[in-house]
């Protein structure tokens, strides 16, 4: 049964830092584009960062380049998104997704075949 699990949100200052997760179950990294995706209340779903099949090559969106970084670990079967310097427009709830394609597909969240449940991200003081 193909799975992903996210975990590692929660409430920090501005200024802080989160590492998200997502566990996979079912999946081969290898074989799949991964990326975040973030939606606050009222607003569109939003691409933050998605790395490539290979691990290649990584996009982020403009709004979160040089503050957040996404990675993956084969041996764990997981995704992460290192977040930095957050901002209480960081506020959302954050998405794991995948998609059977060889590139990043930031801007297209329709297209992710599968997804999490999502984990909150609250920036506040």
């Known amino acids: 049964q193909l799975q992903l699990v996210e975990s590692g949100g929660g409430l920090v200052q501005p200024g802080g830092s989160l590492r998200l997760s997502c566990a996979t179950s079912?999946?081969?990294?290898?074989?799949?584009?991964w990326a975040w995706f973030r939606q606050a209340p009222g607003k569109d779903r939003e691409g933050v960062a998605c790395i490539t099949p290979s691990g290649g090559s990584t996009n982020y969106a403009d709004s979160v380049k040089g503050r957040f970084s996404i990675s993956r670990d084969n041996a764990k079967n997981t995704v992460y998104l290192q977040m930095n310097s957050l901002k209480p427009e960081d506020t959302a709830v954050y998405y794991c997704?995948?998609?059977?394609?060889?590139?990043?597909?930031?801007?297209?969240?329709?297209?992710?075949?599968?997804w999490g449940q999502g984990t909150q991200v609250t920036v506040s003081s």
């Open positions: 079912g999946f081969t990294l290898d074989y799949y584009a």
């Open positions: 997704a995948a998609v059977g394609e060889t590139i990043c597909l930031l801007k297209r969240w329709r297209a992710y075949d599968y």
